[in-house]
């Protein structure tokens, strides 16, 4: 490959692991598409609208993970079925609680993000500093999406952990 100054057998794991975020992407976009539609209750705004936010995140990144599977000069995974196999992320049904749709969505963040760390190990491996580059830029986005919505799931009388003595 010599526009990218790497060799394509170092690469090939690389699209593996980033084939395998790409399917984890499309199983927590429509989990997140699921959850944004039949969200019910005295959260319905805050969460329709932060499903929302995440679900459109999430389709830009599957549109950026397949792109740059094609950089490196690979096909990205595209069918739905391979999706489904190859996932961590599972589907979940439509009528749940709010809370149920929340603790969902920050365990799929856990999944995902343990993907994204094995995409950079693999990248590390291949010299790959484009695919490093944007994993890490997705995991400091995660990462902070998580500890929102970890941040709803508590009382307003709970407590972070300190390093400073009050």
């Known amino acids: 490959m010599s526009y990218l100054n790497m060799q394509d057998e170092k690469l090939l794991p690389v699209v593996v692991e980033l084939n395998t975020l790409l399917a984890d992407y499309h199983i927590y976009y ?5 959850f944004h539609w039949n969200i019910l209750g005295e959260n319905f705004f805050d969460l329709h609208n932060k499903f929302e936010e995440l679900y459109k995140d999430a389709q830009l990144k599957i549109d ?7 950089t490196l000069r ?10 489904l196999k190859i996932s961590a992320v599972e589907e979940a049904k439509s ?8 603790s969902e969505i920050i365990k799929d963040h856990k ?4 993907q994204m760390s094995k995409v950079i190990h693999k990248a590390e491996d291949a010299s790959d500093e484009g ?14 999406a998580s500890w929102m919505l970890d941040a709803w799931t508590k009382k307003t009388s709970d407590k972070l952990q300190s390093v ?3």
């Open 30 to 34: 429509q989990k997140l598409r699921n």
């Open 64 to 70: 950026e993970i397949a792109e740059r599977i094609l």
């Open 74 to 83: 690979f096909h990205p995974m595209s069918k739905y079925s391979n999706y």
């Open 95 to 102: 009528l749940k609680s709010d809370t149920y749709m929340v």
């Open 111 to 114: 999944i995902i993000l343990a």
């Open 131 to 144: 695919t490093i580059d944007l994993i890490g830029a997705y995991i400091r986005d995660l990462e902070k």
């Open 164 to 166: 400073i003595v009050d």
